[in-house]
């Protein structure tokens, strides 16, 4: 085996990956080759700096979790909204108030229209205008209606 | 690295129970989480929703939960593939701070470490997390699946889509790369049997 396949092998070796024969090979090795003991060792020291305890979780993030699997409660804002600047935020919403208050300004004068085309169609259903319409063109009578 | 009720809770959590769902999260969520923002390359917020959406999904299937499966290779795989499908994180690993990094503290040595040990491991905890977002993305995330999740080189493999025998190959590589850009650190680790 090339020396090369050693240094891999002491990984399998230290993970717990290798059969009998196979860690039998990897100690006899060992026993004679100073730099995979020393390979070996700092993988060890790195696993533990790696494993070492974790973080305790912050509080609200179990509720936070069950809600958003239970579908209940307000989800987090999405990402792509999270991760923008808060002057891209604050602009945006911004932006946001803007349209609604022209949509309701426009919404408004639809409705005003409506009202007038509403008045309108109610007195050409009067009894009156119909008689008079009867005695009209057909063509001025498909306009006015 | 199995909490002892990890199955326990799964068959429960397989029954609707609520109760079981919400241990489960406050169970695995702590080494998740590291794991999830050391894949992403220190991003906690995508760490955060990447670890929620996993859960979310375990809920989902859970009654597509089979008892034989290890709930931590389960948990491990699901927030894996998560992180890995966020691409987003390729183009962020530059914005890493290291200080995000918790201080990997306490099992390099002492039980009760001094104030100037403490200072140490932080330092080192903050280097690992300069070094770790370096690494090329599928040596980085074998590794963490082998130190966080304590999966075996077949469940790393099938979590990241290749042979136990690529596993073995990305962590020698990750780990000499380690070594060698902090060889001042891991002079700590003592040679012999197996670990």
């Known amino acids: 085996m090339r020396e090369a396949d050693h240094h891999q092998r ?110 309108l169609a109610a007195a050409l259903d009067a009894p009156a205008t119909a008689a008079l319409l009867a005695e009209a063109p057909p063509a001025a009578t498909g306009t006015a209606r | 690295m199995e909490p002892a009720d990890g199955a326990e809770l799964m068959a429960r959590v397989a029954r609707d129970d609520e109760g079981a769902f919400d241990a489960l999260v406050a169970a695995y969520a702590p080494r998740l989480l590291r794991f999830a ?68 503290p306490g099992r390099l040595g002492d039980a009760s470490p001094g104030p100037e040990r403490l200072a140490a491991s932080r330092q080192l905890g903050a280097a690992l997390a300069t070094e770790l977002a370096a690494l090329p993305r599928n040596q980085r995330a074998a590794l963490l699946l082998r130190h966080e999740g304590g999966l075996r080189y077949d469940e790393i493999a099938a979590a990241l889509d290749t042979s136990p025998g690529a596993v073995e190959s990305l962590l020698a590589r990750a780990r000499a790369r380690l070594r060698s850009r902090l060889a001042g650190w891991m002079s700590e680790g003592n040679s012999g049997g197996r670990g």
């Open chain 2, 37 to 104: 923002r050391r894949t992403l390359g220190g991003d906690a917020a995508e760490a955060e929703d990447a670890v929620q959406e996993a859960f979310v999904r375990v809920w989902r299937a859970r009654g597509r939960w089979q008892p034989t499966a290890c709930v931590s290779t389960y948990l491990f795989t699901i927030v894996t593939r998560l992180c890995l499908n966020r691409r987003r994180w390729l183009a962020r690993r530059p914005a890493l701070d290291p200080i995000e990094e918790d201080g990997a």
């Open chain 1, 10 to 119: 002491i990984h399998a070796y230290l993970d717990g990956e290798l059969d009998a024969a196979g860690l039998r090979a990897v100690e006899a090795h060992l026993a004679g080759c100073r730099a995979c003991r020393e390979a070996l060792a700092a993988a060890r020291a790195l696993g533990e700096a790696l494993g070492a305890t974790a973080p305790p979780l912050a509080p609200a993030f179990v509720a936070a979790t069950r809600a958003r699997a239970l579908g209940r409660g307000l989800p987090l804002a999405p990402l792509w909204w999270r991760g923008l600047p808060v002057a891209w935020r604050a602009g945006m919403a911004a932006l946001a108030a803007v349209a609604l208050v022209v949509g309701a300004q426009l919404g408004r004068e639809v409705a005003a229209d409506r009202a007038a085309a509403a008045d």
